[in-house]
Protein backbone atom coordinates (compact mmCIF):
# COMPACT_ATOMS: atom_id res chain seq x y z
CA UNK A 1 0.00 0.00 0.00
CA UNK A 2 1.26 3.78 -1.01
CA UNK A 3 1.55 6.47 1.47
CA UNK A 4 -0.92 8.51 -0.33
CA UNK A 5 -3.87 5.91 0.10
CA UNK A 6 -3.00 5.20 3.51
CA UNK A 7 -3.68 9.68 4.28
CA UNK A 8 -7.01 9.13 2.69
CA UNK A 9 -7.33 12.21 1.32
CA UNK A 10 -9.65 13.34 -0.80
CA UNK A 11 -9.05 14.45 -4.37
CA UNK A 12 -10.74 14.21 -7.92
CA UNK A 13 -10.03 11.47 -9.94
CA UNK A 14 -8.15 12.56 -13.77
CA UNK A 15 -10.28 12.54 -16.42
CA UNK A 16 -9.03 9.29 -17.90
CA UNK A 17 -9.60 7.46 -14.89
CA UNK A 18 -13.05 8.51 -14.35
CA UNK A 19 -13.73 7.64 -17.85
CA UNK A 20 -12.75 4.08 -17.70
CA UNK A 21 -14.56 3.90 -14.18
CA UNK A 22 -18.25 5.33 -15.85
CA UNK A 23 -17.22 2.98 -19.10
CA UNK A 24 -17.51 -0.03 -16.60
CA UNK A 25 -20.82 1.14 -15.98
CA UNK A 26 -22.34 1.62 -19.60
CA UNK A 27 -19.95 -0.53 -21.82
CA UNK A 28 -19.77 -4.16 -20.99
CA UNK A 29 -19.46 -5.54 -24.04
CA UNK A 30 -19.98 -4.87 -28.09
CA UNK A 31 -23.84 -4.72 -27.87
CA UNK A 32 -23.75 -2.10 -25.15
CA UNK A 33 -21.42 0.29 -27.32
CA UNK A 34 -24.09 -0.28 -30.35
CA UNK A 35 -26.48 0.53 -28.70
CA UNK A 36 -25.69 3.73 -27.45
CA UNK A 37 -24.32 4.04 -30.92
CA UNK A 38 -27.42 3.48 -32.72
CA UNK A 39 -29.48 5.58 -30.15
CA UNK A 40 -27.46 8.44 -30.36
CA UNK A 41 -28.29 8.25 -34.68
CA UNK A 42 -31.70 8.07 -34.04
CA UNK A 43 -31.62 11.04 -31.46
CA UNK A 44 -29.99 12.64 -34.61
CA UNK A 45 -33.20 11.98 -36.45
CA UNK A 46 -31.66 9.75 -38.72
CA UNK A 47 -33.49 8.08 -41.56
CA UNK A 48 -30.98 5.52 -42.75
CA UNK A 49 -28.43 4.05 -40.57
CA UNK A 50 -25.61 1.38 -41.67
CA UNK A 51 -24.31 -0.44 -39.38
CA UNK A 52 -20.62 -2.91 -39.97
CA UNK A 53 -19.20 -5.46 -37.25
CA UNK A 54 -15.80 -7.45 -37.91
CA UNK A 55 -15.95 -10.69 -35.64
CA UNK A 56 -18.95 -10.45 -33.22
CA UNK A 57 -17.80 -6.51 -32.64
CA UNK A 58 -14.99 -7.21 -30.97
CA UNK A 59 -12.38 -5.77 -33.91
CA UNK A 60 -14.78 -3.52 -34.90
CA UNK A 61 -18.38 -1.61 -34.81
CA UNK A 62 -19.20 0.83 -37.26
CA UNK A 63 -22.48 3.02 -37.33
CA UNK A 64 -23.13 5.74 -39.72
CA UNK A 65 -26.27 7.68 -40.27
CA UNK A 66 -27.69 10.58 -42.05
CA UNK A 67 -28.94 12.30 -39.26
CA UNK A 68 -28.18 16.18 -38.02
CA UNK A 69 -24.82 15.67 -37.51
CA UNK A 70 -22.72 18.05 -35.18
CA UNK A 71 -21.25 21.20 -35.52
CA UNK A 72 -17.35 21.52 -35.69
CA UNK A 73 -17.32 23.09 -32.82
CA UNK A 74 -19.11 21.06 -30.63
CA UNK A 75 -17.06 17.58 -31.65
CA UNK A 76 -14.96 17.70 -28.91
CA UNK A 77 -17.58 18.19 -26.56
CA UNK A 78 -19.19 14.95 -27.80
CA UNK A 79 -16.19 13.30 -26.19
CA UNK A 80 -16.36 15.15 -23.15
CA UNK A 81 -18.13 13.46 -20.14
CA UNK A 82 -21.59 14.70 -18.91
CA UNK A 83 -21.75 17.09 -22.25
CA UNK A 84 -24.88 16.49 -24.37
CA UNK A 85 -27.29 18.47 -26.26
CA UNK A 86 -30.35 16.58 -25.18
CA UNK A 87 -30.96 18.34 -21.86
CA UNK A 88 -29.91 21.39 -20.29
CA UNK A 89 -31.10 20.75 -16.79
CA UNK A 90 -33.14 18.73 -14.43
CA UNK A 91 -35.97 20.16 -15.34
CA UNK A 92 -36.13 18.68 -19.17
CA UNK A 93 -35.58 15.11 -16.93
CA UNK A 94 -38.90 14.74 -16.39
CA UNK A 95 -39.78 14.53 -19.70
CA UNK A 96 -37.17 13.28 -22.13
CA UNK A 97 -38.24 12.77 -25.94
CA UNK A 98 -34.95 11.29 -26.69
CA UNK A 99 -32.95 7.75 -25.91
CA UNK A 100 -29.66 9.36 -24.64
CA UNK A 101 -29.22 12.13 -22.39
CA UNK A 102 -26.16 11.64 -20.15
CA UNK A 103 -23.57 12.92 -21.94
CA UNK A 104 -21.81 9.98 -20.85
CA UNK A 105 -21.68 6.88 -23.82
CA UNK A 106 -19.04 8.49 -26.48
CA UNK A 107 -16.79 9.61 -23.37
CA UNK A 108 -16.61 6.16 -21.67
CA UNK A 109 -16.41 4.12 -24.91
CA UNK A 110 -13.93 6.21 -26.83
CA UNK A 111 -11.80 5.67 -23.13
CA UNK A 112 -11.61 1.59 -23.78
CA UNK A 113 -11.04 1.62 -27.87
CA UNK A 114 -9.60 3.04 -30.34
CA UNK A 115 -11.98 5.78 -31.32
CA UNK A 116 -13.00 7.93 -34.56
CA UNK A 117 -16.15 10.43 -34.70
CA UNK A 118 -16.55 11.64 -38.64
CA UNK A 119 -19.26 14.25 -38.55
CA UNK A 120 -20.95 16.76 -40.74
CA UNK A 121 -24.04 19.03 -40.84
CA UNK A 122 -23.54 20.18 -44.13
CA UNK A 123 -24.63 19.04 -47.32
CA UNK A 124 -21.44 19.30 -48.80
CA UNK A 125 -19.82 16.40 -48.37
CA UNK A 126 -15.78 18.15 -48.49
CA UNK A 127 -16.97 20.08 -45.19
CA UNK A 128 -16.56 16.81 -42.80
CA UNK A 129 -14.62 16.58 -39.72
CA UNK A 130 -13.33 14.01 -38.20
CA UNK A 131 -11.54 13.30 -34.47
CA UNK A 132 -9.80 11.12 -33.09
CA UNK A 133 -8.17 10.58 -29.58
CA UNK A 134 -4.68 9.09 -28.92
CA UNK A 135 -4.73 7.60 -25.38
CA UNK A 136 -0.59 6.88 -25.80
CA UNK A 137 -0.19 11.35 -26.21
CA UNK A 138 -2.69 11.54 -23.00
CA UNK A 139 -5.64 11.53 -24.70
CA UNK A 140 -4.91 14.01 -27.14
CA UNK A 141 -7.33 14.95 -29.64
CA UNK A 142 -7.10 15.23 -33.51
CA UNK A 143 -9.47 17.46 -35.18
CA UNK A 144 -8.59 17.65 -39.26
CA UNK A 145 -10.82 18.15 -41.99
CA UNK A 146 -12.70 14.62 -43.51
CA UNK A 147 -15.11 14.10 -46.32
CA UNK A 148 -18.54 12.82 -45.46
CA UNK A 149 -22.18 13.16 -46.59
CA UNK A 150 -24.21 14.90 -43.93
CA UNK A 151 -24.58 12.90 -40.91
CA UNK A 152 -22.09 11.12 -38.57
CA UNK A 153 -20.11 8.25 -38.57
CA UNK A 154 -18.55 6.23 -35.65
CA UNK A 155 -15.64 3.82 -35.25
CA UNK A 156 -14.85 2.05 -32.80
CA UNK A 157 -11.89 -0.26 -32.93
CA UNK A 158 -10.40 -3.44 -31.05
CA UNK A 159 -12.96 -2.66 -27.50
CA UNK A 160 -11.05 -2.62 -24.26
CA UNK A 161 -7.55 -3.20 -25.93
CA UNK A 162 -6.56 -1.00 -22.73
CA UNK A 163 -8.75 -2.76 -20.61
CA UNK A 164 -7.48 -6.38 -20.49
CA UNK A 165 -9.47 -7.52 -17.44
CA UNK A 166 -12.83 -6.76 -19.23
CA UNK A 167 -11.72 -8.11 -22.59
CA UNK A 168 -11.18 -11.13 -20.74
CA UNK A 169 -14.97 -11.56 -20.25
CA UNK A 170 -16.22 -10.91 -24.37
CA UNK A 171 -17.41 -14.52 -25.27
CA UNK A 172 -17.03 -15.93 -28.95
CA UNK A 173 -17.61 -13.97 -31.71
CA UNK A 174 -21.02 -15.83 -32.55
CA UNK A 175 -22.51 -15.08 -28.85
CA UNK A 176 -21.54 -11.40 -29.18
CA UNK A 177 -23.01 -11.26 -32.53
CA UNK A 178 -26.08 -12.45 -31.29
CA UNK A 179 -25.88 -9.84 -28.61
CA UNK A 180 -25.08 -7.60 -31.52
CA UNK A 181 -28.28 -8.62 -32.90
CA UNK A 182 -30.88 -8.12 -30.66
CA UNK A 183 -30.31 -4.70 -29.71
CA UNK A 184 -30.53 -3.92 -33.74
CA UNK A 185 -33.87 -5.41 -33.28
CA UNK A 186 -35.33 -3.41 -30.53
CA UNK A 187 -33.90 -0.95 -31.68
CA UNK A 188 -35.15 -1.40 -35.18
CA UNK A 189 -38.80 -2.40 -33.79
CA UNK A 190 -38.70 0.89 -32.06
CA UNK A 191 -38.39 2.52 -35.22
CA UNK A 192 -39.80 0.98 -38.02
CA UNK A 193 -39.19 4.19 -40.34
CA UNK A 194 -35.44 4.17 -40.46
CA UNK A 195 -33.69 1.83 -42.30
CA UNK A 196 -31.15 0.03 -41.42
CA UNK A 197 -28.58 -2.49 -42.78
CA UNK A 198 -26.03 -4.48 -41.17
CA UNK A 199 -22.95 -6.13 -42.35
CA UNK A 200 -20.66 -8.54 -40.70
CA UNK A 201 -17.46 -9.56 -41.66
CA UNK A 202 -17.87 -8.16 -44.74
CA UNK A 203 -21.44 -9.91 -45.60
CA UNK A 204 -25.32 -8.24 -45.18
CA UNK A 205 -26.97 -10.04 -42.95
CA UNK A 206 -29.69 -7.61 -42.19
CA UNK A 207 -31.90 -5.12 -43.95
CA UNK A 208 -34.56 -3.72 -42.92
CA UNK A 209 -36.30 -1.12 -45.37
CA UNK A 210 -38.24 1.79 -43.86
CA UNK A 211 -41.97 0.75 -42.95
CA UNK A 212 -44.44 1.00 -40.58
CA UNK A 213 -44.57 -0.39 -37.59
CA UNK A 214 -46.34 -3.91 -38.47
CA UNK A 215 -43.87 -4.63 -41.83
CA UNK A 216 -41.03 -3.45 -39.56
CA UNK A 217 -42.36 -6.67 -36.84
CA UNK A 218 -43.27 -9.25 -40.28
CA UNK A 219 -39.34 -8.39 -40.82
CA UNK A 220 -38.03 -8.61 -37.66
CA UNK A 221 -40.30 -11.84 -36.36
CA UNK A 222 -40.39 -13.53 -39.62
CA UNK A 223 -42.77 -13.52 -42.43
CA UNK A 224 -45.27 -16.09 -40.53
CA UNK A 225 -46.30 -13.70 -37.67
CA UNK A 226 -48.01 -11.06 -39.94
CA UNK A 227 -50.68 -13.35 -40.87
CA UNK A 228 -50.71 -14.71 -37.46
CA UNK A 229 -51.13 -12.16 -34.94
CA UNK A 230 -54.15 -9.49 -33.65
CA UNK A 231 -53.67 -6.12 -33.21
CA UNK A 232 -53.77 -4.68 -29.62
CA UNK A 233 -55.12 -1.09 -29.26
CA UNK A 234 -56.31 0.61 -26.17
CA UNK A 235 -56.47 4.10 -24.65
CA UNK A 236 -56.67 5.41 -21.20
CA UNK A 237 -56.28 8.91 -20.12
CA UNK A 238 -52.72 8.64 -19.43
CA UNK A 239 -51.69 5.41 -20.99
CA UNK A 240 -51.88 3.89 -24.25
CA UNK A 241 -51.22 0.60 -25.71
CA UNK A 242 -50.78 -0.49 -28.91
CA UNK A 243 -49.02 -3.00 -30.86
CA UNK A 244 -49.01 -7.00 -32.39
CA UNK A 245 -49.52 -10.15 -30.10
CA UNK A 246 -49.27 -13.54 -31.67
CA UNK A 247 -52.57 -15.63 -31.53
CA UNK A 248 -52.50 -17.79 -28.81
CA UNK A 249 -51.69 -20.62 -31.15
CA UNK A 250 -48.50 -19.24 -32.18
CA UNK A 251 -46.14 -19.87 -29.82
CA UNK A 252 -42.43 -20.05 -29.50
CA UNK A 253 -40.47 -22.93 -27.23
CA UNK A 254 -38.15 -19.61 -26.31
CA UNK A 255 -39.14 -16.21 -25.12
CA UNK A 256 -37.51 -14.38 -27.63
CA UNK A 257 -39.96 -12.66 -29.40
CA UNK A 258 -41.20 -10.71 -26.63
CA UNK A 259 -40.76 -7.00 -26.99
CA UNK A 260 -41.84 -3.96 -24.63
CA UNK A 261 -41.57 -0.16 -25.44
CA UNK A 262 -42.14 2.16 -23.32
CA UNK A 263 -42.02 5.57 -24.63
CA UNK A 264 -40.32 4.26 -27.91
CA UNK A 265 -37.45 2.61 -25.50
CA UNK A 266 -37.10 -0.98 -25.14
CA UNK A 267 -37.54 -2.13 -21.53
CA UNK A 268 -37.37 -5.12 -19.49
CA UNK A 269 -39.78 -5.54 -16.96
CA UNK A 270 -40.91 -8.57 -14.97
CA UNK A 271 -44.04 -6.43 -13.85
CA UNK A 272 -45.33 -6.14 -17.62
CA UNK A 273 -44.20 -9.92 -18.69
CA UNK A 274 -46.08 -11.36 -16.07
CA UNK A 275 -49.03 -9.18 -17.01
CA UNK A 276 -49.09 -10.15 -20.07
CA UNK A 277 -49.05 -13.41 -19.40
CA UNK A 278 -51.85 -13.19 -17.49
CA UNK A 279 -53.56 -11.58 -20.37
CA UNK A 280 -52.95 -14.75 -22.31
CA UNK A 281 -53.60 -17.12 -19.55
CA UNK A 282 -55.38 -20.06 -20.34
CA UNK A 283 -55.33 -19.98 -23.51
CA UNK A 284 -51.80 -20.61 -24.47
CA UNK A 285 -50.42 -24.23 -24.11
CA UNK A 286 -48.43 -24.44 -20.89
CA UNK A 287 -44.67 -23.67 -21.09
CA UNK A 288 -44.85 -22.35 -24.75
CA UNK A 289 -44.17 -18.24 -25.11
CA UNK A 290 -46.35 -16.12 -26.81
CA UNK A 291 -44.83 -13.75 -29.09
CA UNK A 292 -45.64 -10.07 -29.07
CA UNK A 293 -44.21 -6.50 -29.84
CA UNK A 294 -45.99 -4.07 -27.34
CA UNK A 295 -45.65 -0.38 -27.76
CA UNK A 296 -46.98 1.53 -24.37
CA UNK A 297 -47.30 5.07 -24.18
CA UNK A 298 -47.24 6.60 -20.65
CA UNK A 299 -47.64 10.53 -19.82
CA UNK A 300 -43.54 11.03 -19.45
CA UNK A 301 -44.32 12.16 -15.56
CA UNK A 302 -45.69 8.79 -14.46
CA UNK A 303 -42.61 6.74 -15.28
CA UNK A 304 -38.87 7.02 -14.33
CA UNK A 305 -36.72 5.93 -17.00
CA UNK A 306 -33.55 7.14 -15.75
CA UNK A 307 -32.98 4.23 -13.50
CA UNK A 308 -29.98 2.72 -14.51
CA UNK A 309 -27.34 4.17 -16.79
CA UNK A 310 -28.05 1.57 -19.87
CA UNK A 311 -29.82 -1.67 -18.38
CA UNK A 312 -33.31 -1.59 -19.80
CA UNK A 313 -35.42 -0.70 -16.59
CA UNK A 314 -38.20 1.56 -15.84
CA UNK A 315 -39.87 2.70 -12.54
CA UNK A 316 -43.11 3.49 -12.90
CA UNK A 317 -45.37 5.93 -10.27
CA UNK A 318 -48.52 3.18 -9.99
CA UNK A 319 -47.55 0.04 -11.33
CA UNK A 320 -50.54 -1.58 -10.23
CA UNK A 321 -52.19 0.88 -13.02
CA UNK A 322 -49.71 -0.18 -16.06
CA UNK A 323 -49.72 -3.92 -14.93
CA UNK A 324 -53.93 -3.76 -15.53
CA UNK A 325 -54.18 -1.73 -18.23
CA UNK A 326 -51.70 -4.39 -19.83
CA UNK A 327 -53.19 -7.59 -18.85
CA UNK A 328 -56.42 -5.97 -19.75
CA UNK A 329 -55.71 -5.00 -23.34
CA UNK A 330 -53.76 -8.28 -24.10
CA UNK A 331 -57.07 -10.51 -22.72
CA UNK A 332 -59.16 -8.13 -24.83
CA UNK A 333 -58.02 -8.86 -27.98
CA UNK A 334 -57.89 -12.34 -27.24
CA UNK A 335 -61.14 -12.57 -26.29
CA UNK A 336 -61.85 -10.54 -29.71
CA UNK A 337 -61.05 -13.29 -31.57
CA UNK A 338 -63.99 -14.12 -32.93
CA UNK A 339 -64.94 -16.87 -35.27
CA UNK A 340 -66.35 -14.42 -37.43
CA UNK A 341 -63.96 -11.92 -37.71
CA UNK A 342 -60.52 -14.62 -37.91
CA UNK A 343 -62.12 -16.22 -41.17
CA UNK A 344 -63.25 -12.84 -42.65
CA UNK A 345 -59.60 -11.82 -41.66
CA UNK A 346 -58.37 -15.00 -43.21
CA UNK A 347 -57.05 -15.91 -39.57
CA UNK A 348 -55.38 -18.38 -39.08
CA UNK A 349 -53.83 -19.07 -41.97
CA UNK A 350 -50.31 -21.11 -40.91
CA UNK A 351 -50.82 -22.16 -37.67
CA UNK A 352 -47.65 -23.23 -35.51
CA UNK A 353 -49.09 -25.84 -33.36
CA UNK A 354 -47.54 -26.71 -30.26
CA UNK A 355 -46.40 -30.42 -29.73
CA UNK A 356 -49.02 -33.07 -29.81
CA UNK A 357 -51.01 -32.57 -25.52
CA UNK A 358 -51.29 -36.14 -24.01
CA UNK A 359 -54.56 -36.26 -23.11
CA UNK A 360 -56.66 -39.06 -21.56
CA UNK A 361 -60.11 -38.53 -21.64
CA UNK A 362 -63.67 -40.78 -21.07
CA UNK A 363 -66.73 -41.19 -22.46
CA UNK A 364 -68.28 -37.76 -22.43
CA UNK A 365 -72.18 -36.36 -22.97
CA UNK A 366 -72.40 -35.37 -26.20
CA UNK A 367 -74.17 -31.97 -26.64
CA UNK A 368 -77.01 -33.56 -28.37
CA UNK A 369 -80.23 -32.02 -30.25
CA UNK A 370 -79.73 -28.45 -30.14
CA UNK A 371 -78.58 -27.80 -34.00
CA UNK A 372 -82.23 -26.48 -35.90
CA UNK A 373 -84.23 -28.48 -38.28
CA UNK A 374 -82.32 -25.94 -40.74
CA UNK A 375 -78.47 -26.84 -40.18
CA UNK A 376 -79.87 -30.54 -40.54
CA UNK A 377 -81.50 -29.79 -43.88
CA UNK A 378 -78.85 -27.61 -45.45
CA UNK A 379 -76.40 -30.19 -44.52
CA UNK A 380 -78.46 -33.25 -45.79
CA UNK A 381 -79.38 -31.54 -48.65
CA UNK A 382 -75.65 -31.29 -49.70
CA UNK A 383 -74.29 -34.82 -48.92
CA UNK A 384 -77.78 -35.88 -51.19
CA UNK A 385 -78.15 -33.98 -54.13
CA UNK A 386 -74.69 -32.71 -54.24
CA UNK A 387 -76.12 -29.37 -55.38
CA UNK A 388 -74.09 -27.49 -52.57
CA UNK A 389 -75.34 -25.49 -49.14
CA UNK A 390 -77.05 -22.21 -48.88
CA UNK A 391 -74.07 -21.26 -46.54
CA UNK A 392 -75.41 -17.60 -45.33
CA UNK A 393 -72.38 -15.03 -43.30
CA UNK A 394 -74.44 -15.27 -40.27
CA UNK A 395 -72.80 -18.86 -39.67
CA UNK A 396 -69.49 -18.31 -39.78
CA UNK A 397 -68.56 -22.20 -39.20
CA UNK A 398 -70.86 -23.61 -42.12
CA UNK A 399 -72.58 -26.43 -42.06
CA UNK A 400 -71.23 -30.10 -41.44
CA UNK A 401 -70.70 -32.29 -44.18
CA UNK A 402 -69.74 -35.43 -42.08
CA UNK A 403 -66.57 -36.64 -39.86
CA UNK A 404 -63.54 -37.55 -41.05
CA UNK A 405 -61.90 -40.36 -39.36
CA UNK A 406 -64.05 -39.84 -36.28
CA UNK A 407 -61.59 -36.83 -35.33
CA UNK A 408 -62.63 -34.57 -37.58
CA UNK A 409 -65.71 -32.42 -38.59
CA UNK A 410 -65.96 -31.26 -42.18
CA UNK A 411 -67.84 -28.00 -42.73
CA UNK A 412 -68.62 -25.73 -45.48
CA UNK A 413 -68.60 -22.02 -45.13
CA UNK A 414 -69.79 -19.16 -47.38
CA UNK A 415 -65.67 -18.32 -48.38
CA UNK A 416 -64.50 -22.17 -48.40
CA UNK A 417 -64.34 -24.93 -45.82
CA UNK A 418 -63.71 -25.63 -42.12
CA UNK A 419 -61.84 -28.24 -40.56
CA UNK A 420 -62.68 -28.61 -36.79
CA UNK A 421 -61.11 -31.27 -33.85
CA UNK A 422 -63.55 -32.44 -32.17
CA UNK A 423 -62.22 -32.79 -29.09
CA UNK A 424 -60.22 -29.50 -29.00
CA UNK A 425 -63.48 -28.10 -29.66
CA UNK A 426 -65.35 -29.66 -27.29
CA UNK A 427 -63.10 -29.34 -24.66
CA UNK A 428 -62.96 -25.53 -25.29
CA UNK A 429 -66.64 -25.16 -24.92
CA UNK A 430 -66.64 -26.98 -21.67
CA UNK A 431 -63.84 -25.42 -20.04
CA UNK A 432 -65.50 -21.94 -20.73
CA UNK A 433 -68.99 -23.17 -19.37
CA UNK A 434 -67.58 -23.77 -16.60
CA UNK A 435 -64.98 -21.34 -16.10
CA UNK A 436 -68.55 -18.58 -16.09
CA UNK A 437 -70.52 -20.31 -14.21
CA UNK A 438 -67.11 -20.69 -11.55
CA UNK A 439 -67.18 -16.79 -11.74
CA UNK A 440 -70.85 -16.63 -11.23
CA UNK A 441 -70.54 -18.80 -7.84
CA UNK A 442 -73.03 -21.22 -9.44
CA UNK A 443 -71.42 -24.22 -10.08
CA UNK A 444 -73.71 -27.21 -9.80
CA UNK A 445 -72.25 -30.06 -7.79
CA UNK A 446 -74.04 -33.31 -8.63
CA UNK A 447 -74.14 -36.28 -5.92
CA UNK A 448 -72.46 -39.57 -6.16
CA UNK A 449 -74.98 -42.73 -6.24
CA UNK A 450 -72.40 -44.16 -5.04
CA UNK A 451 -69.34 -42.29 -3.03
CA UNK A 452 -66.21 -43.46 -4.82
CA UNK A 453 -63.31 -44.46 -2.37
CA UNK A 454 -59.52 -43.08 -4.10
CA UNK A 455 -56.44 -44.38 -2.77
CA UNK A 456 -54.14 -41.84 -3.19
CA UNK A 457 -50.24 -41.13 -2.27
CA UNK A 458 -49.73 -39.83 1.47
CA UNK A 459 -48.95 -36.11 -0.04
CA UNK A 460 -52.04 -36.28 -2.05
CA UNK A 461 -54.57 -37.00 0.85
CA UNK A 462 -52.90 -34.00 2.60
CA UNK A 463 -53.40 -32.00 -0.20
CA UNK A 464 -56.91 -32.93 -0.15
CA UNK A 465 -57.20 -31.42 3.47
CA UNK A 466 -55.72 -28.53 2.94
CA UNK A 467 -57.85 -27.71 -0.05
CA UNK A 468 -61.13 -29.50 0.02
CA UNK A 469 -63.82 -26.14 0.51
CA UNK A 470 -61.93 -24.86 -2.43
CA UNK A 471 -62.80 -27.52 -4.23
CA UNK A 472 -66.24 -28.07 -2.73
CA UNK A 473 -66.48 -24.43 -4.71
CA UNK A 474 -65.99 -26.05 -8.18
CA UNK A 475 -68.57 -29.00 -7.54
CA UNK A 476 -66.01 -31.25 -6.40
CA UNK A 477 -66.76 -32.69 -3.05
CA UNK A 478 -63.81 -35.29 -1.48
CA UNK A 479 -62.44 -35.82 1.50
CA UNK A 480 -59.82 -37.41 3.28
CA UNK A 481 -60.73 -40.91 5.36
CA UNK A 482 -57.45 -42.33 5.71
CA UNK A 483 -53.37 -41.71 5.59
CA UNK A 484 -53.81 -42.78 1.63
CA UNK A 485 -57.58 -42.67 0.63
CA UNK A 486 -59.69 -39.97 0.39
CA UNK A 487 -63.78 -40.26 -0.67
CA UNK A 488 -65.80 -38.49 -3.78
CA UNK A 489 -69.16 -37.67 -2.98
CA UNK A 490 -70.01 -35.09 -5.42
CA UNK A 491 -68.91 -34.03 -8.60
CA UNK A 492 -69.49 -31.19 -10.85
CA UNK A 493 -72.53 -31.71 -12.54
CA UNK A 494 -70.97 -30.56 -16.09
CA UNK A 495 -68.96 -33.24 -15.58
CA UNK A 496 -71.30 -36.60 -14.73
CA UNK A 497 -70.80 -39.50 -16.24
CA UNK A 498 -67.00 -38.92 -16.32
CA UNK A 499 -64.79 -41.65 -14.78
CA UNK A 500 -64.36 -40.17 -11.32
CA UNK A 501 -61.32 -41.68 -10.37
CA UNK A 502 -59.43 -40.70 -13.40
CA UNK A 503 -60.58 -37.26 -12.93
CA UNK A 504 -59.18 -37.02 -9.45
CA UNK A 505 -56.07 -38.72 -10.73
CA UNK A 506 -55.32 -35.90 -13.17
CA UNK A 507 -56.60 -33.07 -11.38
CA UNK A 508 -53.74 -34.48 -8.85
CA UNK A 509 -51.28 -34.84 -10.87
CA UNK A 510 -51.82 -31.25 -12.19
CA UNK A 511 -52.39 -29.71 -8.83
CA UNK A 512 -49.59 -30.84 -6.85
CA UNK A 513 -47.18 -29.36 -9.20
CA UNK A 514 -48.27 -25.85 -7.88
CA UNK A 515 -46.41 -24.43 -5.20
CA UNK A 516 -49.11 -22.46 -3.54
CA UNK A 517 -51.53 -23.40 -1.20
CA UNK A 518 -54.15 -20.95 -2.46
CA UNK A 519 -54.53 -23.37 -5.34
CA UNK A 520 -57.85 -22.61 -6.84
CA UNK A 521 -57.81 -18.87 -6.10
CA UNK A 522 -54.51 -18.91 -8.14
CA UNK A 523 -54.60 -21.78 -10.30
CA UNK A 524 -58.38 -21.70 -10.85
CA UNK A 525 -58.15 -21.72 -14.88
CA UNK A 526 -55.52 -24.57 -14.91
CA UNK A 527 -58.15 -26.47 -12.78
CA UNK A 528 -61.03 -26.25 -14.24
CA UNK A 529 -59.36 -26.57 -17.75
CA UNK A 530 -57.83 -30.15 -16.60
CA UNK A 531 -61.58 -30.83 -15.35
CA UNK A 532 -62.56 -29.96 -18.62
CA UNK A 533 -60.69 -32.01 -20.22
CA UNK A 534 -62.86 -34.72 -19.13
CA UNK A 535 -65.57 -33.77 -20.77
CA UNK A 536 -64.61 -34.10 -24.53
CA UNK A 537 -65.81 -35.77 -27.27
CA UNK A 538 -63.86 -38.84 -27.49
CA UNK A 539 -61.96 -39.03 -30.85
CA UNK A 540 -63.60 -41.78 -32.98
CA UNK A 541 -67.39 -40.89 -31.17
CA UNK A 542 -69.59 -40.88 -34.28
CA UNK A 543 -72.04 -37.68 -34.48
CA UNK A 544 -74.99 -37.16 -36.16
CA UNK A 545 -74.92 -34.12 -38.30
CA UNK A 546 -77.29 -32.22 -36.31
CA UNK A 547 -75.06 -32.64 -33.49
CA UNK A 548 -71.88 -31.43 -35.85
CA UNK A 549 -73.84 -28.48 -36.59
CA UNK A 550 -75.02 -28.03 -32.50
CA UNK A 551 -71.49 -27.98 -31.82
CA UNK A 552 -70.36 -25.44 -34.60
CA UNK A 553 -73.06 -23.30 -33.55
CA UNK A 554 -71.37 -23.52 -29.80
CA UNK A 555 -67.91 -22.80 -30.74
CA UNK A 556 -69.32 -19.60 -32.74
CA UNK A 557 -70.83 -18.71 -29.48
CA UNK A 558 -68.09 -19.90 -26.71
CA UNK A 559 -65.44 -16.85 -26.13
CA UNK A 560 -62.41 -17.15 -27.63
CA UNK A 561 -62.77 -20.62 -29.00
CA UNK A 562 -60.32 -20.11 -31.92
CA UNK A 563 -57.85 -22.28 -29.04
CA UNK A 564 -58.61 -25.22 -27.28
CA UNK A 565 -57.53 -24.57 -23.32
CA UNK A 566 -54.21 -25.98 -24.31
CA UNK A 567 -53.06 -23.41 -26.87
CA UNK A 568 -53.91 -26.20 -29.92
CA UNK A 569 -56.52 -24.13 -32.74
CA UNK A 570 -59.65 -26.02 -32.65
CA UNK A 571 -60.63 -25.30 -36.20
CA UNK A 572 -59.31 -24.45 -39.86
CA UNK A 573 -60.33 -22.19 -42.33
CA UNK A 574 -59.57 -23.11 -45.66
CA UNK A 575 -60.78 -20.14 -48.37
CA UNK A 576 -61.90 -21.23 -51.64
CA UNK A 577 -58.65 -19.30 -53.14
CA UNK A 578 -56.44 -21.09 -51.14
CA UNK A 579 -57.93 -24.34 -52.39
CA UNK A 580 -57.82 -23.08 -55.89
CA UNK A 581 -54.40 -22.70 -55.41
CA UNK A 582 -53.44 -26.09 -54.30
CA UNK A 583 -54.75 -27.24 -57.63
CA UNK A 584 -53.76 -24.60 -59.81
CA UNK A 585 -57.09 -23.54 -60.66
CA UNK A 586 -57.32 -20.37 -62.74
CA UNK A 587 -53.59 -19.79 -62.79
P1 LIG B 1 -25.98 11.59 -24.93
O1 LIG B 1 -26.50 10.77 -26.07
O2 LIG B 1 -26.43 11.05 -23.62
O3 LIG B 1 -26.23 13.03 -25.10
P2 LIG B 1 -23.40 10.74 -25.90
O4 LIG B 1 -22.08 10.63 -25.22
O5 LIG B 1 -23.99 9.49 -26.45
O6 LIG B 1 -24.39 11.43 -24.88
O7 LIG B 1 -23.27 11.82 -27.04
C1 LIG B 1 -22.82 13.12 -26.73
C2 LIG B 1 -23.37 14.13 -27.70
O8 LIG B 1 -22.79 13.93 -28.99
C3 LIG B 1 -24.85 14.04 -27.93
O9 LIG B 1 -25.57 14.79 -26.98
C4 LIG B 1 -25.01 14.61 -29.34
O10 LIG B 1 -25.08 16.02 -29.29
C5 LIG B 1 -23.70 14.24 -30.01
N1 LIG B 1 -23.84 13.04 -30.86
C6 LIG B 1 -23.42 11.79 -30.58
N2 LIG B 1 -23.67 10.93 -31.60
C7 LIG B 1 -24.29 11.66 -32.56
C8 LIG B 1 -24.82 11.36 -33.87
N3 LIG B 1 -24.78 10.13 -34.39
N4 LIG B 1 -25.38 12.38 -34.57
C9 LIG B 1 -25.42 13.65 -34.06
N5 LIG B 1 -24.96 13.97 -32.83
C10 LIG B 1 -24.39 13.01 -32.09
MG1 LIG C 1 -26.00 8.83 -26.43
Redesign the pocket.
Known amino acids: MNEEIREKKIRQLSRETYNLISAGEIVDRPSSVLK??I???L??G?SRIDIEIESGGKHLLR?R?D????NRD?LH???ASH????IRDHDDLRSLR????????????SAVSRFA?I?NIHEEPAEGVSVKINQVAKNELFIEPSPHYR??T?EVRDLFFNTPARKKFLRTERTEFQKLEEVIRRLALASPSVSFSVLHNGKVVRDFPEGNSIDRIGVVFGGSFYSNCIEIEEDRAEMRARGWIGLPTFTRGQPDQQFIFINGRFVRDKMLNHAIRLGYSDVIYHGRNPVFAIFLDIDPELVDVNVHPSKNEVRFRNSRDAHAFLKYSVSKAIEGISVGETISRGLPHRITSPDAVPMQFDFGRVNNGQGSREDIGAASQNNGSGKGVDVSKSEPLGYAIGQIHGIYILSQTAEGIVIVDTHAAHERITYERMKKSFAEDRVKSQPLLVPHSIPVSEAEANLVEDISSDLQKLGLSIRRTGPESVLVQAIPAILSKTNVEQLVKDLFSEITEFESSKIIEEYQDEVISSMACHFSIRANRFLTIAEMNALLRDIEETERSGQCNHGRPTWHHITLDELDTMFLRGR
Open positions: ELENSDAAVDGEGIDLALATSKTLGFRGEALASILSGTV
